[in-house]
């Protein structure tokens, strides 16, 4: 990856935007992560689509938050993640019995 592709927090002070942005993103990290974990629980196909789905929202998680329903909107879609995914992503794989 070049250093142009790679996105420089903006000087100064932080937006309330940024802020939510940085939660979310850490939130969706977190379930890229535990999918990775747990992909031998899912179809090839299933965790391609739930991969894609991640990395897209990834992408624009600040366009995503910038919106004035963002709160509502991201939060459906981590709900979406964790239905898709049968809860198990976001679950703590420890406690699962």
């Known amino acids: 990856m070049r250093s142009a592709d790679v996105r420089q927090p903006p000087a100064g002070p932080c937006s309330s935007t940024d802020v939510i942005a940085d939660f979310y993103r850490e939130e969706f990290l977190k379930r890229q992560a535990q999918l990775r ?7 090839e196909r299933a965790v391609a689509g ?10 624009r998680i600040e366009t995503l938050c910038a919106l004035d329903h963002a709160d509502q909107l991201v939060s459906r879609l981590l709900r979406c993640i964790d239905t898709a995914t049968g809860g198990l ?3 703590d794989p420890k406690k699962v019995h």
């Open 89 to 91: 992503v976001a679950a």
């Open 37 to 43: 974990q747990q992909r031998e629980y899912y179809s």
């Open 50 to 59: 739930a991969e894609a789905a991640l990395d897209l929202i990834l992408l």
